[in-house]
């Protein structure tokens, strides 16, 4: 079954606007990762949190985790229409599980110029 | 210079066909995956090399088998190939926990 859900499925905001996706997982993990597809592109990695960490930030994105609760959340401030794509969310157990990661089905983010 | 290579990056083909996606990184990595994402997007990981070494295979029908003639190359072949078998393919690799996407095979069974 699936390991990430994330919320919302699609989001459409004005450029300039913050733009925040959920992502939500079942079992314990060592680390999280988020990604972005452009359209009928590969996935890039935007950012990676692990397990002991609650909170990381990198140029526009900011990451938060929440073990307890299983769920993590991805904040993009002051989107430019470039930051149009698919975002993913991606959980990594570790152990005899590292490098396997588990995809959840993506929010699709729609900046509008 | 690209870091993750794929060819093709379209195939278009008959059902029963066997068809290959070749997959090439230059980063140096030890370890190289396939993915195949559906049509709702929801990307699944099928196969895991290190060092040329399967580590990771998933339940994929037995018709897909990947081959890694050094650990720069991850190549998938397909046989018999299905309508269910439509998707986009993607390789990946990486060092440590950050993976390294290619660009992705659109496959269309007809």
């Known amino acids: 079954s699936q390991q990430g859900e994330e919320d919302p499925q699609a989001l459409s905001i004005q450029e300039g606007e913050n733009a925040t996706m959920n992502c939500s997982y079942k079992?314990?993990?060592?680390?999280l990762q988020w990604y972005r597809q452009n359209s009928g592109r590969g996935l890039v990695h935007l950012i990676l949190i692990r397990s002991n960490e609650r909170e990381k930030h990198s140029g526009r994105l900011r990451v938060t985790l929440d073990t307890s609760k299983k769920s993590s959340s991805l904040l993009i401030t002051a989107s430019r229409a470039a930051d149009t794509a698919s975002y993913f969310c991606?959980?990594?157990?570790?152990?005899?599980?590292?490098?396997?990661?588990?995809f959840g089905q993506g929010t699709i983010l729609t900046v509008h110029p | 210079d690209t870091a993750v290579s794929q060819t093709p990056k379209y195939l278009v083909t008959q059902m029963g066909n066997d068809k290959s996606i070749k997959c090439e990184q230059n980063l140096g990595h030890d370890t190289m995956y396939w993915y195949k994402q559906d049509s709702k997007k929801f990307l699944k990981i099928m196969f895991s090399y290190n060092n040329k070494e399967l580590i990771i295979n998933e339940t994929v029908p037995n018709r897909f088998s990947p081959k890694s003639p050094d650990k720069a190359h991850l190549n998938l072949h397909i046989n018999s190939l299905e309508l269910g078998d439509s998707a986009v393919y993607f390789c990946?690799?990486?060092?440590?926990?950050?993976?390294?996407f290619g660009p992705g095979t659109r496959l269309l069974v007809l």
């Open positions: 991606a959980t990594e157990k570790g152990g005899t599980s590292y490098g396997k990661l588990t």
């Open positions: 079992t314990s993990i060592n680390n």
């Open positions: 990946a690799s990486s060092q440590e926990e950050t993976q390294y």
